[in-house]
């Protein structure tokens, strides 16, 4: 089946430096990533939708200058958390389609859990 | 207001008992619904996919049901696992084009299964 992959699966940095998070898909093209972000017992929250080969749309309320997000290729996103600082600590979730329909699978990755200490 | 709403937020069953899992939804125009097991520090996993046209549909023992009219659907888990501990997210998808993509989640329900 479609396989989504995102590492790293955790990560520790400290204040003030960068953290990039990679998500793939690995035997499908994905034509749009979602990436999310996930506080504990809460449900996922929209970050930002991004196409390959344009620029990625933020949801209100997301700093696009902080979380900047790459989506180069039909297989590859990344999200860089830039200057992290604890606040940002959370678990990150990349999800991606296949296709440009409603009913298309949404495949998620494994989640990146980011400590900023 | 969360268009997506689940219920109940937790529930506890004993192992080989049955249960049931809510969601009632506003979104519309309405195009898909998908339920998702996740696992704690895991992504979610797909368990159903139900357009508006389809009325239940079954992967193993889970088996989803969607009223379209009433925006209700169910997670229905026969003979309960333990590996079935887990939160089951709710997924809606409008049918709009300028929400495509735009997908609404539930707050999840939290499952624990106990021997």
């Known amino acids: 089946g479609a396989v989504v992959s995102q590492h790293p699966s955790w990560v520790i940095c400290k204040s003030g430096t960068s953290v990039k998070i990679e998500c793939r898909s690995l035997?499908?093209?994905?034509?749009?990533m979602f990436w999310y972000r996930q506080f504990p017992k809460q449900s996922l929250m929209l970050m930002a939708t991004s196409n390959e080969g344009s620029k990625a749309t933020y949801e209100q309320g997301v700093e696009k200058d902080k979380f900047l997000i790459n989506h180069a290729s039909l297989t590859l996103s990344t999200l860089t958390v830039t200057s992290a600082h604890p606040e940002d600590s959370s678990f990150y979730i990349c999800s991606a389609r296949s296709a440009s329909s409603y009913n298309s699978p949404l495949h998620f990755g494994n989640g990146t859990r980011l400590t900023v200490t | 207001k969360n268009q997506v709403e689940q219920s109940p937020q937790s529930l506890i069953i004993l192992e080989g008992k049955n249960c049931t899992l809510q969601?009632?939804?506003?979104?519309?125009?309405?195009?898909?619904l998908r339920w998702y097991k996740q696992d704690t520090g895991r992504g979610p996993v797909s368990l159903t996919i139900?357009?508006?046209?389809?009325n239940t549909k079954s992967n193993g023992r889970y088996t989803a049901t969607l009223d379209a009219d009433t925006k209700q659907s169910s997670l229905h888990i026969t003979a309960s696992q333990l590996s079935d501990s887990a939160s089951y997210i709710c997924?809606?998808?409008?049918?709009?084009?300028?929400?495509?993509?735009?997908?609404?989640f539930g707050a999840g329900t939290q499952v624990v299964v106990t021997p």
């Open positions: 969601c009632n939804y506003t979104v519309s125009p309405f195009s898909n």
């Open positions: 997924v809606v998808s409008p049918g709009s084009t300028d929400s495509w993509g735009k997908f609404q």
């Open positions: 139900m357009t508006f046209s389809e």
């Open positions: 035997d499908f093209q994905a034509t749009t």
